[in-house]
């Protein structure tokens, strides 16, 4: 998730059960400038495994390249973003503008599967730019499919909806039947239940988490234990959740500047505490903290 899932998020969610995780999507064209922020953005350490990058473009050599200089740099597999909604990205043909180019999207995905010699390479897509049945992200997934990808993803809403409304499980299960690569399905999992849901609803072969795990990394703990049928753990306490921030804290400004770890942590601070009491007023002044010392008291004294 771009602007969400950096290192910092990746290790905190690995202690708490996260098996896979990938990097913010990055341009192809910014990875083969070499771009400085990019870069930064790729950073990991050795207990950050298995991570996937994820590539973003609509040119198919490039695609290729950066694919290959991904794998080069390390990454355990290399995802293709066709289903990223945000204008800027669909403008210029991007993202999930892909869903409406199927040959240009296979020609991507020859480039990038002739390129990449020894990782796996997958899709994350949507079920369709503006068409909610499904037919979109099919085409792509048989293409894909037919092309060498190992596995595809699916977003179980269009581009039009972007995040509004409950993700459509059972188009996500229509991609699923259609194909015989793996499948896994994403949107609308805020609670362990609802992975169990999904996978019923859809058939799929696994449950990629988004935005329910913001703030919220026990989501994955408790997605496995319902995908496995077993009884999920208690919720975690007012205070596990600020000691977990904390935490999130001290690796944010670890691995960041400190300007732009402050600015994050205005973001992060509030996944943890969103619903509770006060939290508005909390949001004000974590908004103008300007010192990693500020920001840690008013956490502590939340």
Known sequence: MADCTDLAFRLVAREHGMELAFLEMVSAHSLLRRNAKTLDMMKTVPEDRPLGAQLLGSDPAMMGEAAAMAEEMGFDLIDLNFGCPAPKVVRPGSGAALLRKPDLAEAIFRSVVRCVR??????????????????????????AQDCGLAAVTVHGRTRAQRYAGHADWEAIGR???????????????????????????????????????????????????????????????FEERRRVLLRHMDLEFRFETERRALLNMRRIACWYFAGLPKVAAFRSAACVATTPARMRALIEGF
């Open 175 to 237: 991609v699923k039947r259609a194909v015989s690569i793996p499948v896994i399905g994403n949107g609308s999992v805020m609670r362990g239940p609802d992975a169990a849901a999904l996978a019923a609803a859809s058939g799929c072969d696994g449950v990629m988490l988004g935005r329910g795990s913001l703030g919220n990394p026990w989501l994955f703990k408790a997605a496995a234990a319902a995908l496995d049928a077993e009884a999920p753990a208690e919720p975690p306490s």
């Open 118 to 143: 020894r990782v796996p390479v997958t899709l994350k897509t949507r079920t369709g730019f503006d068409d909610p049945s499904g037919r979109e992200a099919l085409e792509l997934a048989r293409r």
